[in-house]
């Protein structure tokens, strides 16, 4: 409540609040507040469908495991995360946002939320006296929100030049320049939510951007900076007559859209346990990637969250298509940037920017626990193309991943024998549905 009463201080009265949760597929979700009724939420909470942590991609619960209409749907217990209140500078009338967190009837976090099993595996790294750094890499498309003749999306028109865009101009300025307005009210945003937005580059495809992420030594807030940052590109987006997609592949001919995750390991003293000093990294590095590599497999279904997104792999494409990894090499799956030893670290480069980024972010600190207890050997780094060769023990399709997922105990240890359940439970349900829906694709092929 004193937190609360301070933004309205420095802010200035608000017409509603927003308080906001996070489901299974990182999409925000919540219940909007008149002023008059805001004050409750800081004192007496909000009471939510505890099955809004397992909504499948569409906006339904499927009755997960004989919870939802089988039980009844139970509300759980929703209470505000401290410093989360910022205004929404995109809305039609003065609003704040809260983000909120969910406890169980014994008052203890819900493990079925995506943030709680990000806490949790990270509890697991404080075990051993460490804690990640960790910054996100959000590729998405700005795409018109008229779809063409035939019903595919298209570039958008650039309102510099009245063109559509059509060039494939990676890093480019010009490309840059007729965005601007809508790039700078993103940066805006960003910097009023307290979402530490860095910059933002023209990627491989006409209409295609990367808006990066400054490292976090918290990996909670990593995964709500991640969050927010997509959410308010997207209402940005909207505001300019604009669609943002954060779809995997939205165009068969074009690059996909990752989500690439940088991140090193700090001491209790603060010292990167990747840095030894020399260009090669430490022991520790190697062992951080070994689990990486060796967990790849198992967690496929969380950087891969839907049958879209495994359109995006494909030889020869940048996209990690093995468990290859190497130093200042954007082939592999995990890349050791090129720079100073004290700031080693390892990007992870196969999520796609459709994927849940708390449960990613889950799965990579699961993975440099694995390799570090474990010790585990990554083999020789790999030089030119590594990504010519797709590594057919990786499931590259939903259902095996989903499949891989449920017989995985090592997912299972980190993330817990229910949430591994319920996941690729809903996860398959979604497919299911997709399956029964006929394709125009199919009345031009079978018709």
Known sequence: MAEFKAFLAENGD??????????????????????????????????????????????VNEDILGMGFSDGDPDGHGRPISGSIVPVPWASMKQAQVMMTMEDDEGEPLSLEP??????????????????????????????????????????????????????????????DGFMSLLKDIDEAAAAQGVPASGATAEYAPGQYEINLNHED?????????????????????????VASFMA????????????VHCSVLDEKGHNIFDDGSDEGSKRLRHAIGGLQATLGDAMAFFAPNLNSYRRFGPNLFVPVNTAWGYNNRSVAFRVPAGAPEGRRIEHRVSGADANPYLVL?????????????????????????????????????????????????MREYFGDRYVDVYAETKLLEYEKFQRAISPLEYDWYL
């Open 14 to 59: 608000i017409d509603y609040l927003d308080a906001v949760f996070v489901d299974m597929c990182g999409t925000v979700r919540g219940k909007r507040f008149p002023i008059e009724e805001a004050e409750k939420v800081f004192t007496s909470g909000v009471q939510m469908p505890k099955s809004l942590y397992f909504f499948d991609v569409t906006g």
């Open 115 to 176: 943030r709680v099993v990000l806490a949790n595996v990270a509890a697991k790294l404080a075990e051993l006296g460490l804690h990640a750094v960790s910054a996100c890499e959000f590729e998405f498309y700005i795409l018109d929100r008229e779809r063409d003749r035939k019903g595919l999306p298209q570039p958008p028109i650039n309102p510099a030049t009245g063109q559509r865009e059509t060039a494939n101009e990676v890093y480019g300025i010009t490309e840059l």
């Open 218 to 242: 918290n990996v909670l807030l990593a995964g709500d900076h991640a969050i927010m940052l997509r959410h308010l590109i997207g209402a940005i987006a909207r505001r300019h007559n604009f």
């Open 249 to 260: 592949k939205p165009f068969v001919g074009q690059t996909g859209n990752g989500l690439h």
């Open 362 to 410: 889950a799965a990579i600190l699961a993975g440099i626990h694995y390799g570090i207890v474990n010790e585990i050997d990554p083999g020789d780094p790999a030089e030119g193309n590594a990504c010519d060769s797709m590594d057919e023990s990786i499931p590259f399709f939903l259902p095996s991943a989903l499949k891989r997922l449920r017989n995985s105990k090592i």
